[in-house]
């Protein structure tokens, strides 16, 4: 089974802190994504990345950066935390278009970041 | 560009009763469609997918779509409802873009199960 981990299931941070969302994935997949979770809004899509050292913006970048150094491995970072990025942060993880599957997404359990 | 809307944000239904979720796409290409479920604090599991070929389609925990193409919609169906099945669901599509792929989720439906 594909397995994505997320390092926190809990984060609570001050505003202005710097702050590493981690996600690992364990099947070799070329495609991570990271998502913000809301209430009323469904998943909006923060960045996305295709392969090692390759990022790409989602629909909500804005705050936002990431680091993708290993394959298994994609970072999100909140350089200066606010209020309103309290949020569910999920991250993804899909194998990669030329195994010809259909994109469907394996996702980790979820960080549920507090920003007071 | 796609879309996905998902009808009722909130849907109620009695234990042993039909569940029906309804959600809607746009896409100026073949897409692929996706059902999701969420447990309460926890991450989305995929529930079933339409790729290409037969379309309906079957997933886990008994729960089954219909793609229909001239009506735009990929409705979710169970025909008895379990306690167990009380979640936020989650209709997504799916396009080929270049370099790969991305979904777009609808808002959710959470369903409520009463005894």
Known sequence: DVKV????????KRTGEKVFLECVQ????ENMFWYRQDPGLGLRLIYFSYDVKMKEKG????????????????SLILESASTNQTSMYLCASSPPLRT?????QYFGPGTRLTVT | AQSVTQLG???????GALVLLRCNYSSSVPPYLFWYVQYPNQGLQLLLKYTTGATLVKG???FEAEFKKSETSFHLTKPSAHM?????YFCAVSVRETSGSRLTFGEGTQLTVNP
């Open chain 1, 26 to 29: 364990d099947m070799d997949h």
């Open chain 1, 100 to 104: 010809g599957g259909a994109y469907e």
């Open chain 1, 5 to 12: 981990t997320q390092s926190s299931r809990y984060l609570v």
């Open chain 1, 59 to 74: 629909d909500i970048p804005e705050g936002y950066s990431v680091s993708r150094e290993k394959k298994e491995r994609f």
């Open chain 2, 60 to 62: 886990i925990n008994g």
């Open chain 2, 9 to 15: 944000s909130h849907v109620s239904v009695s234990e």
């Open chain 2, 84 to 88: 167990s099945d009380a979640a936020e």
